[in-house]
């Protein structure tokens, strides 16, 4: 059974948590198993909890969940490209599929409210991943 670390950025709280009902859901859908949570404030904070459950031998994926709305500045993107890129990073560094379950850039709440169930896509992309691999 393929063991699963969820980092979730609890920015945007009620996002959040619907977005990881929906990740926990489509594991066990798919007979894989949540061995660890790491909330964290937010999308900028995903990478370094991620790396933090990629070094763990029993976690064989990470996806990490959260939301990016934007506001009236380009914030949104840097936050985006920065934890892309952090995530990234942490794949290729510690060598295990970390799935980009990051809502945003360039959307409005609503529209974020309407794609929690990418919860479960992270988790979907990471087994995918796992076996593609495998």
Excluded at 124 to 134: F, G, R, V, W
Aim: a negative charge.
């Amino acid at each position: 059974m393929p063991s699963l670390g969820l980092v979730v950025a609890q920015f945007y709280g009620e996002l959040a948590a619907e977005m990881e009902q929906h990740a926990r859901d489509a594991a066990a859908e798919h007979g894989a198993e949540i061995a660890e949570t790491i909330p964290v404030p937010g999308a900028y904070d995903t990478p370094l909890a991620a790396d933090r459950l990629a070094r763990r031998d029993g976690i064989d994926a990470v996806a990490a969940l959260g939301a990016i709305v934007s506001g009236d500045t380009d914030h949104d993107q840097v936050i985006a490209d920065a934890a892309a890129q952090g995530l990234t990073d942490v794949s290729l560094d510690r060598d295990k599929p970390v799935a980009f379950g990051v809502l945003g850039p360039g959307m409005s709440g609503a529209e974020a409210r309407e794609r929690v169930d990418y919860g479960a896509r992270a988790v979907e992309s990471a087994l995918a991943q796992l076996e593609a691999l495998a």
